[in-house]
């Protein structure tokens, strides 16, 4: 544990140590103050009887930014290492395959919720300047922050299973974008394709990301969603720890 | 401390080590000398339990390395082919961060870097990035990295290569040093480093260990075949006549040289050293002495003498 502890530190200092992490967060914040600054003149023009964070995540902005921070978030955490050699000074220390993939997807997830701290900005301004205390409700917001973080989980640990793939960071990247958009493309699928009694169709439905955040947002949260994030999460988890433990199968 | 029985490494395509077998005592420093593509890296990636083997076991202070890979990495400090480092990192936060990391304690992990920093040299360059240190300092790191853990068992993969010669000569102390603690296994291709430090050496060429034996014993294996030169001022058919006659000389070559010196090439019978012989000779005989080298043996030498068997049978 101790020894997890110190990897996570190293890997989440790492975001920091580079000029990539603040691009990043530099660009999301972009995005978001774009997406937010749309929403305030659609909000200006006529009434809705949305939630504010419903508003929010109907923006297509939203998914761009998930799809695209993640892969870049993770591209690093395992190519990198595989490409300078510290891999091999990294494995060859009693450090456990578990603790290391754990350490790296963790800092990977802390990196990304700190990148969303500036929607909070952006509530601080909603609740600022309107009057209702409707606006913001602690259900939605809980709701749409649950969705950041089980989206988040999902699509970082992708991406630590494409970078444990490769020695090269734009490859890991590719993967992981690919992968991206092929779930994403499922949810496409899953939202104009009705949903009939079939098996297939059933099981599609579980892809529907667009719906799922949607209730999200909406301050509904379904277990089933939940699960379906996790255990997905989980299984490319395992997949990446796969991977990494594959170098010492004979 | 070592304990390695046909070991075989197989990649797709190419046997990298071919069922090696050897041993290493507690507080040896063993040489691994072999060419470019020789299967030092792969052996020593195996011990370091980086990767398995394809056959064969191998122990590192009685564990395996492959079923008691967390045992055996415990005890080993192992630095890889050009020493890969976190260029973004400061090098006491680096070293802290491995020390930590090969589980030792908050206090105890401080007291150890600042230690292997002194012994290492690098007290001064402690709060400096790593990624702009020189290749000697960042050399030096890796082995302060290496040996942060009090490891029993050192694995250093080419630790002089790209170093300046005052930089080597401060590396090579320093693992000499290491000597009276730990156990040793150092992988290089330059002959006369591995002749200064190891105390024993083991030779390997196309994933073979050729030889193994102590570098006096080697030298002397190859002194069979070396060759003395010497340029003497004397008419050629009195040189030949005078240097056949003399005892030990298996063949004899006399050349025009530059004036009035001839080169001669003498091929001694059995290892035997002619150069006081021929030195008394010339001094007997008036004859004046402007040269009088034993030919050194390269590594490439060596390969091609314990290589030349082989090549024969396969013929």
Not at chain 2, 164 to 169: A, C, E, F, G
Not at chain 2, 249 to 271: H, I, K, M, N, Y
Not at chain 2, 272 to 299: C, K, N
Request: with cysteine.
């Amino acid at each position: 544990m101790k020894i997890f502890w110190t990897l996570l530190r190293r890997e989440l200092a790492a975001f920091f140590l580079s000029l990539m992490g603040y691009v990043i967060i530099a660009a999301v914040t972009l995005i978001i103050g774009a997406s937010f600054a749309m929403l305030i003149r659609n909000l200006g023009s006529a009434p809705f009887l949305m939630p504010v964070t419903e508003l929010f995540f109907n923006s297509f902005l939203f998914w761009i930014i998930v799809i695209l921070a993640a892969p870049i978030i993770t591209m690093r955490l395992f190519a990198q290492e595989k490409a300078s050699g510290t891999y091999e000074t990294l494995m060859t220390t009693s450090v456990g395959d578990t603790a290391v993939v754990a350490a790296k997807f963790i800092a990977a997830l802390i990196f990304y919720l700190i990148m969303w701290l500036p929607t909070l900005a952006c509530l601080f301004i909603v609740a600022h300047f309107t009057n209702q205390r409707s606006a913001l409700d602690a259900g939605t917001l809980g709701g749409m922050y649950l969705g950041i973080f089980l989206s988040g989980c999902l699509f970082l640990s992708i991406g630590c299973l494409a970078s444990s793939l490769t020695r090269n960071q734009v490859v890991a990247a590719m993967i992981s974008l690919a992968l991206g958009i092929i779930l994403f493309i499922a949810a496409f699928l899953a939202q104009s394709v009705i949903t009939a009694g079939s098996a297939q169709l059933h099981l599609l439905n579980f892809f529907s990301l667009f719906k799922q955040i949607d209730d999200f947002t909406r301050g509904v949260v379904d277990t089933r969603t939940v699960i379906f994030y996790t255990s997905l999460t989980l299984f490319f988890l395992f997949l990446t720890l796969r991977v990494v433990e594959s170098r010492r199968w004979k | 401390m070592i304990e390695v029985t046909n070991l075989t490494k197989r990649y797709a395509g190419h046997t990298a080590v071919s069922g090696i077998s050897f041993s290493v005592a507690r507080g040896e420093i063993v040489g691994l000398l072999g060419p470019n593509g020789a299967g030092k890296s792969t052996t020593m990636r195996i011990l370091s339990c980086f990767m398995p083997a394809t056959s064969g076991t191998a122990r590192v202070a009685g564990y395996d390395v492959f079923h008691e890979s967390r045992e055996v990495r415990r005890r080993i400090g192992f630095m890889p082919e050009n020493n890969p480092l976190y260029p973004e990192m400061r090098v006491r936060e680096y070293l802290k961060f491995r020390a930590r990391l090969k589980g030792l304690g908050w206090k105890n992990s401080r007291r150890r870097v600042g230690t292997v920093m002194e012994q290492c040299g690098l007290t001064e360059v402690s709060h400096r990035i790593i990624g702009q240190l020189s290749k000697g300092y960042r050399q030096r790191v890796g082995l302060a990295d290496a040996l942060v853990h009090e490891p029993d068992l050192i694995i250093l993969d080419e630790p002089t290569i790209g170093l300046d010669p005052h930089q080597i000569r401060s590396v090579r102390q320093l693992i000499k040093s290491l000597a009276e603690k730990h156990t040793v296994l150092i992988s290089t291709h330059i002959l006369p480093e591995a002749e200064m430090m190891c105390s024993r050496m083991l030779i390997m060429y196309g994933g073979k260990i050729l030889a193994a034996d102590t570098p006096d014993n080697l030298q002397r294996l190859m002194a069979g075949s070396s060759q003395i030169f010497a340029e003497i001022a004397a008419s050629p058919e009195e040189l030949r006549e005078a240097l056949g006659q003399l005892p030990g000389v298996e063949q004899c070559e006399v050349s025009a040289g530059e004036g009035a010196f001839q080169r001669c090439a003498l091929t001694p019978r059995d290892g035997f050293d002619l150069r006081s012989v021929i030195f008394t000779l010339a001094r007997e005989r008036g004859w004046t002495l402007r040269e009088l080298t034993r030919s050194r043996h390269s590594l490439e030498d060596i390969y091609v003498q314990v290589t030349r068997p082989d090549e024969e049978e396969e013929i």
